[in-house]
């Protein structure tokens, strides 16, 4: 983390170092147990609210304030959702609970629904076909209407 805030900001390193730390410190969990995969797990997360997370969000900011900008072309919404299921997640890779940028994509594509299709798993629970109908209702509309 420390080598990150280093390498990414310029100015009050110590401060933004600090909140960075309180802010992804679990504190539920004994001091003892805040090592191994639960460190991995902070870094994946701290690292991936960094690198991903946060430009996304300032992306659709960016736009939204384009959008409000008067012009001869109607103004166009911006949207951005997160997909987090743990049932889905077993399917689309076994191993560690966290989540990903395209977890949701076999649920897009509907692959729950033919049962797998390359390059996606094969199998699919119930409530994985349940979760891809709800996935694809939501894309479809969203098209349809914006």
């Not at 997909?83 to 689309?92: K, L």
Request: hydrophobic share 35%; glycine share 6%.
């Amino acid at each position: 983390m420390r080598t990150y805030v280093r390498n990414v900001y310029e100015f009050h390193r110590q401060k933004i170092y600090d909140v960075m730390t309180y802010d992804y410190t679990d504190w539920n969990r004994p001091p003892d147990s805040r090592r191994g995969s639960a460190v991995r797990d902070t870094a994946i997360q701290f690292l991936s609210d960094g690198q991903y997370v946060a430009p996304v969000v300032e992306l659709a900011r960016a736009h939204a304030r384009a959008a409000r900008r008067p012009s001869t072309t109607p103004a166009v919404g911006t949207f951005l959702y997160a997909f987090g299921d743990s049932a889905a997640e077993s399917v689309t890779s076994p191993g560690p609970t966290w989540y990903c940028h395209g977890h949701d994509l076999p649920y897009v594509f509907g692959a729950p629904l033919v049962d797998g299709t390359d390059p996606f798993p094969s199998s699919y629970t119930r409530r994985d076909k349940q979760l891809s109908v709800v996935v694809l209702r939501l894309w479809i509309n969203f098209i349809k209407t914006g």
